[in-house]
Every structure is written in C-alpha cells, then in structure tokens.
C-alpha cells in the first residue's frame, strides 16, 4: 500500500536509481557495550576470585557464541532515491546474507518496477545472479566477496563479469547508492533505538518488521506535510 502510494505520488525513483540492499543486527537489551565490558572487567578483578590462565579467553568465545546465535538481523531492499523499504526479512542469528537476496529482490519488485540492483560482498554468488538477471529479469551488480583471496577471474559466469566491471568501474556510480540502505539503517536506529525490547525470538522478528512499517509511515507523513 506504502510503495503504491509513494508511486502515484510519483515519489519512487527506481526507473533512474537502483534498489539497494544491506542487512543490520540490534542489540538485544537496553545497555552499551562499554558497561557490558565495565561489568566484565570488575567481575575480574573482585576480590577472592582467581582466574585461571586462558579462562578470561574461553568465558569471552563462549559469551560471543551465545550472542551471536540469539542476534536479531534485519536485511532490507530500499528505494535508494527515496529511502521506501519495499522488502525486509527478519532472523535471529547471525550468518551470511546471500539466502536473503531472493526473496528481498522478489517481493521488492511486487511492489514497485526494479531495473538495478545493488548489494555489498555478502550477497555476493553465482545463484543470486542467476535469480535476478535470469528469472526476475533485474541488472544484478553485487561486489566480490566469497572464496579464498586470489588473483584468478571467478569461475561463475556472472561472478566473473562482475570482477571485469569492478576492475574498470564501470558501475560504480550506480554501485555508490547501496549506501544509502545504510542511511536507512542508521535512520532507524537514531529514531527508534538500536536496542529491541522484545525478548522472544519471535517477538523481536515483529518488533523489527515493526519498525519498518514505522520507517516507511515517518516518510510518508514527511512528504505530505512538505
């Protein structure tokens, strides 16, 4: 409803700007970083407890795994001229963004025409090439990231075509605008905090699609009050 609005108010400038995607974690509870490390520091150094050599190290791993296996993620696809989301996907945990590419461009151009677009190195493989150019008909550019470091061309077809681009730069100027996805993230969390308050998994998935929902009214009530 948001994206049909926003066209007829001929707001979407997708026809000369490409939909750029990018992914963010939150924080699960309200407190910074710098007071969990206080907290960790003062636990060390209490008086009558010992640490054994290498513990701090393993109670350190230990306590990242869990917070990454329990992080919210919220990958987005935005109208990089107008800042609309028209996609998002929510999860928990934290791992590789190519899965999203999908069904984020997917359900991106059901709600508006998309001729470009445009993702950093997570989303980067040969399969979501083949997903944009072949069955959604899009002009994919996607930077190199996935495999070893090597100065060999790529063996994918489209993965190999991209390295030939980004060598010249031939599309950097329509590759700039993935940073705007970013603006959108941090847009988000300087309105609506980068802590969720929500604490089950399913929960913070809704708090997420929530604040989208949110992101995409604020603009709205922005351009019909300008």
């Known amino acids: 409803l948001l994206a049909e609005l926003f066209a007829r ?32 520091h003062m636990t060390l150094r209490r008086p009558g407890i010992r640490q054994r050599p290498g513990k701090w190290g393993q109670m350190v791993n230990a306590a990242r795994s869990r917070r990454l296996h329990a992080m919210p993620k919220l990958a987005i696809a935005v109208d990089s001229g107008c800042h609309l989301i028209l996609s998002a996907r929510m999860r928990i945990g934290s791992g590789s963004d190519a899965p999203d590419f999908g069904d984020l461009l997917h359900h991106a151009r059901r709600r508006a025409k998309v001729a470009v677009v445009v993702a950093d190195a997570g989303y980067d493989s040969e399969a979501n090439h083949r997903i944009a150019r072949h069955d959604l008909g899009v002009r994919s550019i996607i930077a190199l990231g996935i495999g070893r470091p090597t100065s060999k061309l790529p063996t994918g077809r489209w993965r190999r075509h991209m390295a030939r681009r980004f060598k010249r730069k031939a599309d950097q100027q329509q590759y700039a605008q993935r940073s705007q996805s970013e603006t959108v993230h941090s847009m988000m969390k300087r309105n609506m905090s980068s802590a969720l308050r929500a604490r089950k998994p399913e929960n913070r998935k809704k708090e997420m699609m929530l604040r989208v929902l949110v992101h995409n009214i604020a603009l709205l009530c922005e351009e019909i009050e300008g």
């Open 9 to 40: 108010a001929r707001l979407l400038t997708l026809r000369s700007k490409p939909l750029a995607m990018d992914s963010t974690c939150f924080e699960q509870r309200h407190r910074s970083a710098h007071y969990d490390r206080r907290c960790r």
